[in-house]
Nanobody, 125 residues
Framework: QVQLVESGGGLVQAGGSLRLSCAGSEHIFSRYAMGWFRQAPGKEREFVAAVSWSGGSTYYADSVKGRFTISRDNAKNTVYLQMNSLKIEDTAVYYC??????????????????WGKGTLVTVSS
């Protein structure tokens, strides 16, 4: 049973922009906070950004603050990650996740309620 599906990944030059989307089922978007995580080659998966169920609160990893923006449209059951000023070090598989504990999504590693399968973002020089 597919719960979350990411899209929008691809190849982009450094300094460019991409927007990722994650579509999910209504029962997830009606009650869960949403987040984006990423895993670079040879590294552990890390937190990128989170948005509360209402969309009214967000927070970010320091490495993306000021460049990335997370948002959600509950009517469309979709969460977005707008990525601007991309750097080579942003290259990773990006995953969306849903969880009931918004305020601690940045510190619980893989302990999320739902995960998507990921979408690859490659930033070239």
């Amino acid at each position: 049973q597919v719960q979350l599906v990411e899209s929008g990944g691809g190849l982009v030059q450094a300094g460019g922009s991409l927007r990722l989307s994650c579509a999910g089922s209504e029962h997830i978007f009606s009650r869960y906070a949403m987040g984006w995580f990423r895993q670079a080659p040879g590294k552990e998966r890390e937190f990128v950004a989170a948005v509360s169920w209402s969309g009214g609160s967000t927070y970010y990893a320091d490495s993306v603050k000021g460049r990335f923006t997370i948002s959600r449209d509950n009517a469309k059951n979709t969460v977005y990650l707008q990525m601007n000023s991309l750097k080579i070090e942003d290259t990773a598989v990006y995953y969306c996740a849903a969880d009931g504990l918004f305020v601690t999504m940045d510190r619980r590693g893989d302990d999320m309620d739902y995960w998507g399968k990921g979408t690859l973002v490659t930033v070239s020089s």
